[in-house]
């Protein structure tokens, strides 16, 4: 069964420094998000991206985020100069057509900031 | 963006059916109902998703109200693998994102 990868699994930065964190949707998906949950707390929306660019953003995906497709197959999410508080687990997840309506989501990846 | 409520946590016995509830009285005729799981660490998982009908899949039947304001995830036959937080969301027509809530906390005792 197709799925979603992430990677890394697991990354520790400390405060301050450029983090990526790198998304493989699956192959023939149009429609690509990253969520974050907060360890203890709900999923929370950060980005849709379709068609190459930024479809919606939520509040928390400020000036420090940032997205990018680079070679059509990779979707990565960068945080420029990360905080405390961007200590969770970042999900990124893909979707064919909305209309089918089954979102799949990749594992996750720990970011943990010290 | 449209609301659910959840009861934050339900318990229940293994090989019994479970009926999950989920109230949103705010929904408008367009709005598909979708069911999501998570595993303990793990990423959310689609379950099921209608808008008027009741829908039966592999994983689970959905019983949709005719007034759609209410709608009820059945579990047929739970195991100690369905044991998650099962999240009930709106997807508002025109919208490209899911809004989660709390979800309900599913126990199930062996």
């Known amino acids: 069964e197709p799925e979603v990868t992430q990677t890394p699994s697991h990354q520790v930065t400390q405060m301050g420094q450029e983090v990526i964190l790198r998304c493989v949707p699956i192959?023939?998906?149009?429609?690509f998000y990253w969520y974050r949950q907060i360890l203890g707390q709900k999923v929370e929306f950060l980005v849709s991206f379709y068609n190459n660019e930024i479809s919606e953003k939520s509040e928390i995906f400020d000036d420090q985020f940032s997205v990018e497709r680079p070679d059509g197959s990779n979707f990565t999410l960068k945080i420029r100069s990360t905080k405390l508080e961007d200590s969770a687990m970042y999900f990124c997840a893909s979707i064919r057509d909305y209309n089918t309506g089954e979102l799949f989501f990749g594992e996750g990846s720990r970011l943990t900031v010290l | 963006d449209a609301k659910t409520t959840q009861p934050n946590s339900m318990e229940s016995n293994e090989e019994e059916p479970v009926h999950l509830p989920c109230n949103h009285s705010t929904i408008s005729g367009t709005d598909y109902i979708h069911w999501y799981r998570q595993l303990p660490s793990q990423g959310p998982e689609y379950v099921i998703h209608g808008l008027t009908s009741n829908v039966n899949n592999r994983m689970a039947s959905l019983a949709i109200a005719e007034d759609r304001k209410s709608s009820t995830l059945i579990l047929h036959r739970a195991t100690l693998r369905d044991a998650a937080v099962y999240y009930c969301i709106l997807l508002i027509q025109g919208a490209q994102k899911l809004v989660f809530g709390q979800g309900t906390r599913l126990t199930i005792n062996p």
């Open positions: 192959s023939n998906h149009l429609y």
